[in-house]
């Protein structure tokens, strides 16, 4: 293993680069674009693609962290009980309780990051599978929700606010303003896994819990901070999810966990941890959002494009060992 682990780091850096998981989803979806843009009607409009970028926002939003969760082999099926149930209580002390908007957003934050931490506190401290761990909360996040506002649905928020989620970052462009903190959000992000010590320490508990642990990675608080961190950032989605279609439902963003996992994997991040860059979520998610607005525009159903969606991350996951063992034959062959 040491010697095929040299030989990969000896080729020229350019190729480590591009011929990589992540800049085969990039090509994949530029490809995507280009057939979208000359056989779908209206997908090259400016008005398709400033919806395209607000429908896959909270998917950005939420693929960041959620990608340094599976780096280090462990998942989070809860984000989007998560961003249901910080929609919910934006309505609820917005509406209910009087609280002024940017306090129930913070307070939604908030609990989000505390749903995070018992995520964390299960798995990390109490050495729960996070598979079983995200099931359980999944429901229980979800089933807050739903018994906080029942059938009723909070609609009555400020305008303000409402248009300030949909503004365009140049009038009648396609760029919503919301794609601002976003950058400032995955800047941050890239830095913290690819550039400082604390990223360095991610990968190494995806590829070795034991020998990270040797190596003074605090393995327990890596991912206890993970899953906080996924928690605030999916409320924060929930935020923006509750302003974007201005309406609180305890049902919001039901299945958005799907579209977000397949986008992380399909992005070149392994399901096994160790693996992965964030420019291939990104795109996993831009591809994702690409092929489902460009299906809508071809007037097929939500089914048809959910069922893609599956297609995806069933290929996505399978293709990751598939790859890697025509990748060990091939570098064995030219050992011999």
């Known amino acids: 293993m040491t010697s095929l682990n040299f030989r990969a780091h000896a080729r020229p850096a350019w190729r480590r680069f591009l011929f990589t998981r992540e800049m085969a989803v990039i090509a994949i979806l530029a490809a995507v674009l280009l057939y979208a843009n000359v056989a779908v009607s209206n997908f090259d409009s400016p008005l398709t693609l400033y919806y395209l970028f607000l429908d896959v ?40 309780a009087g609280m002024p908007m940017w306090a129930a957003a913070l307070t939604a934050i908030a609990v989000g990051a505390v749903c995070g931490s018992l995520n964390g506190f299960l798995v990390a401290y109490v050495g729960l599978p996070s598979l079983a761990v995200t099931i359980g909360t ?9 018994g906080l506002l029942g059938t009723e649905a909070v609609t009555d928020f400020p305008e303000f606010w409402t248009d300030l989620a949909k503004t365009r970052i140049v009038e009648g462009g396609s760029l919503p303003l919301v794609l601002i903190p976003f950058a400032v959000l995955a800047a941050g992000t890239v830095w913290l896994l690819h550039f400082s010590p604390f990223g360095r320490g991610v990968y190494d508990v995806g590829l070795n819990r034991e020998a990270a642990h040797f190596t003074g990675v605090n393995v327990e608080r890596t991912k206890f ?54 420019h291939g979520p990104i795109a996993g998610v831009l591809l994702i959002g690409a092929v489902s607005s460009a299906m809508r ?33 091939r570098a064995a062959r030219k050992l011999k």
Do not use: C, W
């Open 57 to 96: 926002t909270p998917l950005l939003l939420i693929a960041l962290p959620l990608t340094m969760v599976i780096v280090t082999g462990e998942i989070d099926l809860s984000v989007a009980s998560v961003v249901g149930l910080s929609s919910v209580l934006v309505g609820v002390l917005y509406a209910h």
């Open 225 to 278: 901070l993970l899953f906080v961190l996924t928690g605030a950032v999916s409320a924060l989605a929930g935020v923006y999810f509750t302003l974007r279609y201005g309406s609180a439902r305890g049902d919001n963003a039901y299945g958005l966990e799907l579209q977000v996992i397949a986008a992380v994997l399909l992005g070149g991040v392994s399901i096994f941890g160790g693996r992965g860059a964030l």
């Open 297 to 329: 525009l071809e007037g097929q159903t939500v089914n048809a494009i959910n069922i893609v969606i599956g297609v995806l991350l069933v290929a996505s996951v399978v293709s990751t060992p598939v790859l890697s063992r025509v990748a060990a034959k």
């Open 138 to 146: 999944l429901a229980l996040y979800r089933g807050v929700a739903i």
